[in-house]
């Protein structure tokens, strides 16, 4: 079964845009899959080549002309970072074709993929980011994902939706957003995580650094998972880890470079000057995170003392997928500062700072929006916000800020 997804118009459109679209995400998010529907509807009768295949891939390596030559385009050259002899040739054969569309890319190692990209084909390329499935793409299915910051637009999005149970929600955050889990009937999903943790560190990770210990890797993986939505600590994983900080580090950037976790930094501007430093810290995916953290079940999870830091991870991943998914421009950040005032998300645009506070709660009050009156002092104007919670009411809080239900997103 196939599941639509947001960014298939932006697909379109940079198809038609550019010689080269590049996919990057990690591994089973379901990029090839994504691009061979694109291609299907299209009918251009692109071909698909995967670098997984080890003959294929060594023929890219040590004969990547040949290898263009091949395989003529439409072409669609799956986990290309394992050829980055190819970025050049490529350059060459889209300057002397100089067609929209001739080739796609995928890539689940986005940093290495990104340094070929950045060297030889800067100009040529539209880059897209593909995560998990959003809660839009599964459940809601909205034209414009993200929040809604106004009455209207919100209360609209909450009455086109039948609102899940508190235990539906909640599984929402246990299974996570991998295709597979979504599409597969009473899978295992300690079997699925096993092996997917398993897989990238046979195949990714000991592929960029290829000594690695799994087991200490393992371990690892397992304490950052514990500090997710946290700020960035290298020296409290190292000391948990039994790891140096500069192995700490690299290992970090790998988790970072196979776009495991991801960070958000911190809001500040010149009259902010209080404010802390340190980027936190997010998993890509809840359902990942719990298997982790050995949560296994939705009553595990009501339980857990990681409730909290598995509710905002999921809630700022929708968050963040609604803007890589449209491909909206401006930054976010996340705002805190030494006198103990916290703002969970914070979108810039062009105008304005949108603040948004993300709580567990079921009755949300006014009290919890206090803090975006420190954004007031800043150099941009504070625009709209809200309040993401658990209860299914749309309602105004100030004059700037809403409440917007969780599943709304």
């Known amino acids: 079964m196939y599941i639509q997804r947001d960014i298939e118009r932006r697909i379109a459109e940079l198809t038609r845009q550019f010689f080269v679209l590049i996919l990057t995400g990690p591994r089973q998010v379901g990029k090839t899959t994504l691009l061979e529907r694109v291609s299907q509807s299209a009918g251009d009768n692109r071909t698909v080549i995967t670098l997984d295949d080890l003959e294929i891939r060594a023929f890219a390596r040590t004969d990547?002309?040949?290898?263009?030559?091949?395989?003529?385009?439409?072409?669609?050259?799956?986990?290309?970072?394992?050829?980055?002899?190819?970025?050049?040739?490529?350059?060459?054969?889209?300057?002397?074709?100089?067609?929209e569309g001739d080739y796609w890319l995928t890539g689940s190692q986005s940093y290495r993929l990104m340094q070929g990209v950045s060297e030889s084909l800067a100009g040529r390329i539209g880059?897209?980011?593909?995560?998990?499935?959003?809660?839009?793409?599964?459940?809601?299915?909205?034209t414009d994902p993200g929040p809604s910051y106004t009455m209207l637009e919100a209360q609209s999005r909450a009455d086109a939706l039948d609102p899940p149970t508190r235990d539906e929600f909640i599984g929402r955050i246990l299974k996570g957003g991998m295709p597979r889990v979504q599409?597969?009937?009473?899978?295992?999903?300690?079997?699925?995580?096993?092996?997917?943790?398993?897989?990238?560190?046979?195949?990714?990770?000991?592929?960029?650094?290829?000594q690695v210990s799994s087991a200490g890797f393992l371990k690892f993986l397992h304490v950052v998972a514990a500090r997710n939505t946290q700020l960035l600590n290298v020296e409290g994983i190292a000391r948990d880890a039994q790891l140096s900080a500069y192995q700490t580090r690299a290992w970090l950037e790998i988790l970072e470079t196979l776009g495991i976790i991801y960070y958000v930094s911190s809001y500040s501007n010149?009259?902010?000057?209080?404010?802390?430093?340190?980027?936190?810290?997010?998993?890509?995916?809840?359902?990942?995170?719990?298997?982790?953290?050995?949560?296994?079940?939705?009553?595990?999870?009501?339980?857990?003392q990681a409730f909290g830091a598995l509710y905002e991870n999921y809630l700022v991943n929708q968050l963040s997928l609604a803007r890589t998914n449209s491909a909206v421009a401006g930054d976010v950040y996340y705002y805190r500062d030494y006198d103990?005032?916290?703002?969970?998300?914070?979108?810039?645009?062009?105008?304005?700072?949108?603040?948004?506070?993300?709580?567990?709660?079921?009755?949300?009050?006014?009290?919890?929006a206090r803090s975006f009156r420190v954004l007031d002092k800043g150099s941009v104007a504070r625009g709209r916000g809200a309040v993401i919670s658990m209860s299914s009411e749309v309602r105004a809080l100030d004059s700037r800020t809403i409440t917007l239900p969780a599943w709304c997103l």
């Open 64 to 99: 990547p002309k040949g290898f263009l030559t091949a395989y003529p385009p439409p072409l669609l050259i799956d986990e290309v970072q394992y050829a980055p002899e190819l970025f050049n040739y490529l350059k060459m054969e889209v300057d002397r074709r100089q067609t």
């Open 183 to 210: 599409v597969v009937d009473k899978l295992d999903l300690r079997v699925y995580f096993d092996s997917y943790v398993k897989s990238y560190l046979e195949r990714d990770v000991r592929y960029l650094e290829p």
């Open 127 to 142: 880059i897209l980011q593909l995560g998990a499935m959003s809660q839009n793409e599964l459940y809601n299915h909205f």
């Open 270 to 304: 010149n009259l902010l000057s209080r404010t802390v430093k340190a980027p936190k810290l997010y998993f890509f995916d809840t359902g990942l995170v719990c298997h982790l953290l050995e949560i296994h079940s939705v009553k595990a999870l009501q339980v857990s």
């Open 340 to 368: 103990a005032r916290e703002i969970d998300w914070v979108e810039v645009d062009e105008e304005s700072l949108h603040p948004i506070e993300i709580k567990a709660t079921n009755n949300p009050s006014s009290h919890l």
